[in-house]
């Protein structure tokens, strides 16, 4: 069949959301899901003890690196993108983080659209689907110093609640029900310093809080998993299929070529190929900055100076501390393939041993800098962008410890922190480095060209 009345390009997160909604509320008509990788179904990749070296397995991650980035020594950096169904919800570390309100009301302000208001944005979340699965023990003890803590544990025990039917499935989160011995004294010298925080995702992020995480007896849940386990006979998946270019009849996308096959759609092409390759296809199908086309002998079907520009990403640094020995056995483990097999065997057998709590439970942090929001360098940015990150609920900064980190050889013991700053001014760019679709973009980020205000030498430190 080389005729659908949609196509979707992009299996990723809104690309299976999308696919399972259309065809499910569209039962006449015909929906076609294509990604460039394959079906990630493999239940080795899906043990969430080991979600941190997903994004290391073959076939699983584009692989892409920015370009040598001026304000950092002209490293490239890391800028993997998950490939295949599922997108990046095969390769992430399950962290399901909805944001500040702030952020939502600021886009509504800028655009003068209410439909980005928190409130209606958080009809939305629900509407795609969420629940939450077993709560743990631990965390119902350690919510006596969290006032707010028992309401949500009950809210956790909820297994399943549909919103919209006849949608089959839903994206599960949860909170890991076995702790291993030293993450609620982690957490208790954490909130020493900041305040606690029952439920990130209430609109209000600020403090230190427990991980929801997208899994679902101990599995990563992917947005595969979650919404195209069931797909109807009018939705069509094809997989390792590149789309090299969108086919236009005048100004209207009409078709996709793939493998130097056309395949044409009744209705509409809808990309949905993420920030780094919706805009790589829409440039290599001639719809992007005229001059730069050209250069590369694109014939232009529309000249959109836009397209791949005001790419803005977030840095963040992994801080590592070698632990004292015997200090705990979270990663002893993972240097002896004999002591990771066994953990794998008793794992795939009752979902017990070190893979089923070791690494489980992470911390995560929202931390608001009022010394940052009172510098001179904060003052000294425009309205616009001091009103989008002074907001009440709004973070400066960002952490996650407690986490694996594939870039830490075991045995050592160690302890991972990620920091990362929240209102980057910076905006670089996707281009084509050739007219190939099998050349990688250029992605520039170009980080630090605007000097962060969180970086500044005059900048107050926060908190320890």
């Known amino acids: 069949m080389d005729v659908f009345d ?14 399972s ?18 079906d990630n179904t493999d239940e080795a990749q899906r043990s969430f003890g080991e979600r941190h070296n997903t994004m290391m397995t073959p076939g699983y991650n584009w692989g892409y690196k920015t370009i040598p980035q001026e304000q950092l020594n002209r490293r490239e950096i890391d800028y993997s993108r998950g490939k295949g169904l599922g997108g990046s919800t095969a390769i992430n570390y399950c962290v399901y983080t909805r944001g500040p309100e702030a952020d939502y009301e600021h886009w509504a302000d ?84 900041y305040p606690r925080n029952s439920d990130y ?29 069931q797909r ?44 780094v390759d919706s805009p790589k ?49 979270r990663s002893a483990y993972m240097g002896s393939p004999e002591q990771m097999a066994e953990a794998r065997t008793q794992w795939a057998t009752d979902q017990t041993g070190p893979l089923a709590s070791y690494f489980m439970p992470q911390m995560i942090g929202f931390i608001r800098s009022d010394e940052i929001l009172a510098s001179e360098e904060f003052s000294k940015l425009s309205a616009l962008s001091r009103s989008g990150l002074s907001g009440k609920t709004k973070p400066t900064y960002e952490i996650i410890s407690q986490a694996p980190s594939p870039f830490v050889q075991a045995p050592s013991l160690y302890l991972s922190t990620a920091v990362a700053f929240h209102g980057t001014e910076s905006g670089g760019d996707i281009t ?30 926060a908190k320890p």
Request: aromatic share 6%.
């Open 6 to 19: 949609f196509i979707i390009v992009g299996g990723g997160a809104s690309g299976c959301l999308l696919a």
């Open 21 to 38: 909604r259309l065809s499910h509320l569209l039962p006449q008509l015909t929906v076609l899901l294509v990604d460039a990788g394959g």
């Open 110 to 193: 800028v655009v003068g659209d209410d439909n980005w208001r928190w409130k209606n944005v958080l009809q939305r979340f629900k509407k795609v689907g969420e629940g939450f699965e077993r709560g743990s023990c631990c965390l119902v003890s350690f919510a006596k110093g969290w006032p707010r803590l028992s309401a949500f544990t009950s809210r956790m025990k909820i297994l399943m609640i549909l919103f919209a039917a006849p949608m089959p499935r839903m994206a599960m989160m949860g909170m890991t029900v076995k702790w291993d011995p030293t993450f609620g004294e982690f957490l208790d010298k954490t909130t020493e310093y």
């Open 201 to 229: 995702n209430s609109g209000d992020p600020i403090g230190i809080a427990v991980c929801q995480q997208t899994t679902h007896n101990g599995r990563r849940a992917t947005a595969s998993g979650a919404f195209l386990s």
């Open 232 to 275: 109807p006979d009018n939705l069509h998946i094809m997989t390792d299929a590149a789309v090299t270019k969108v086919v236009f009849q005048g100004k209207k996308a009409t078709a996709i070529e793939v493998n130097g096959k056309k395949i044409s759609a009744r209705k509409e092409v809808i990309l949905s190929a993420g920030a």
């Open 281 to 329: 296809l829409l440039l290599l199908s001639g719809v992007g900055p005229a001059s730069d086309l050209q250069k590369l002998g694109i014939p232009v079907i529309q000249n959109l100076p836009a397209v791949g520009k005001n790419l803005r990403d977030r840095l963040f640094i992994e801080l590592v501390t070698i632990q004292k020995p015997d200090s705990h056995h």
């Open 432 to 461: 084509l480095q050739s007219a190939d679709p099998n050349d990688p973009p250029l992605i520039n980020p170009d980080f630090f060209s605007i000097p962060s205000i969180a970086t500044s030498p005059s900048t107050p430190s």
